[in-house]
Every structure is written in structure tokens, then in C-alpha cells.
């Protein structure tokens, strides 16, 4: 079960990849054509462990360690646009957006992410949920990227709520740690809702 918001808290703040929308066996879809036609290496068990960074960060990396001359905002927009059509098949997670539901009118609400206004906004419209966040922040809204604070923060003052009045809610390590860096309480999904992914320890 997951755990009552405190009395104290005035804001809620989302992830959106694998706490509002169970889209990660898609995006690994998505990155498994990009890397075949580009003669990457990429483990499903490293994709995991990346939630949160930007495709373009991923790319930089993959393409450091290999060897392989690569841009990474092209092969960032490709891996976008391989994902892009898969959108339609997003389902909910929907333990996760009960509380939003819930809590629409009660506590202001935003969503932090790492992908890109581009996606986030296609993921949550068709979802039929964008109307209950105030605030959308993304990748391209700070400088660094999860497990710094710095787009919790932004959402956080986007909302016009203090960090330490805040709730956010997450399903990776590296968004724990910056949600946790931001001085707000967390809430692991992971330890709550049950998903297909291969890294989740929930029932």
C-alpha cells in the first residue's frame, strides 16, 4: 500500500517514465532499434539504471566508451522519433495516478522528467491527464539532470511550494537521490506498484 501524504506536505511532484505511465518497456524498445542501426552496446540492464537521464546524455556516454564518432541530439531525436509512435500503446500506472486524481483541487501538482516537453506532453495528453499538473519541467528546462536536485527544485518553485513541503514520487535510484538531494520526501514506486520491468522489487 502506498503510504498517506502528511499533513504537512503542500505540493506533489511526479516522474513521469515508469511512475505515471508505464512506458519503459517501450522506450527500450525504441532504443533497441536505434543502437542496432548504429552499432551500439546497450544493456537492458543499463537502460534501467539510467531512468532519468536525457536519450542525448545516454548517446554521449555509449558513444565515449565505444569508440563510435556519433551526435548525440541526432541520435537522440531518432531514438524520440522511433518512440514516438508507440505512444499510443501507454498504459497508466494506475496506483500513481489515483493519488493524482485525488489529490486534483486539494494540493498543487507537477510533473519532473527527464525526457523532453516534446514527449512528456504527448505521454500525459494521451493518457488524459495533463490538466491536473500545474507545472510541466523537463530535461530541457535546467542544466543538470537527475541525481542532481535541479528539476525537482524547479517544479518545486514553479509551484510556488517550498522543497521541504514537497512530495515527490519516483521509480529510479537516480531520481530518489535527487528528489532527496532537494531536501523533499520520496516516495519509491518501485516499492509499491507491480510492472513488467525487469529491475522492479515491488509484489
Not at 92 to 119: D, K, L, Q, Y
Not at 169 to 187: K, N, P
Request: aromatic share 6%.
Amino acid at each position: 500500500m502506498i503510504p498517506p501524504i502528511p499533513e504537512s506536505i503542500q505540493g506533489l511532484i511526479f516522474d513521469c517514465d515508469g511512475t505515471l505511465a508505464d512506458t519503459m518497456p517501450l522506450h527500450w524498445r525504441a532504443w533497441q532499434a536505434v543502437i542496432a542501426r548504429h552499432g551500439l552496446t546497450f544493456s537492458e540492464e543499463r537502460f534501467y539504471s539510467l531512468g532519468g537521464i536525457p536519450s542525448r546524455e545516454i548517446v554521449q556516454a555509449l558513444s565515449r566508451e565505444q569508440g563510435i564518432e556519433l551526435d548525440p541530439l541526432a541520435i537522440a531525436r531518432e531514438k524520440e522519433d522511433t518512440y514516438l509512435p508507440l505512444i499510443e500503446q501507454v498504459e497508466p500506472i494506475n496506483a500513481i495516478v489515483g493519488i493524482v486524481r485525488e489529490n486534483h483541487g486539494v494540493r498543487p501538482m507537477a510533473v519532473a522528467s527527464g525526457g523532453t516537453h516534446r514527449v512528456i506532453e504527448r505521454v500525459l495528453d494521451h493518457l488524459g491527464i495533463r490538466h491536473f499538473f500545474a507545472a510541466v519541467v523537463t530535461s530541457e528546462d535546467v542544466s543538470r539532470q537527475k541525481p542532481a536536485p535541479d528539476i525537482f527544485l524547479e517544479a518545486a518553485r514553479r509551484l510556488g511550494v517550498p522543497p521541504a513541503a514537497c512530495l515527490a514520487y519516483e521509480d529510479t535510484d537516480l531520481g530518489m537521490q535527487a528528489i532527496r538531494a532537494a531536501g523533499m520526501m520520496a516516495v519509491d514506486v518501485r516499492e509499491f506498484v507491480e510492472t513488467d520491468r525487469p529491475d522492479r522489487r515491488g509484489v
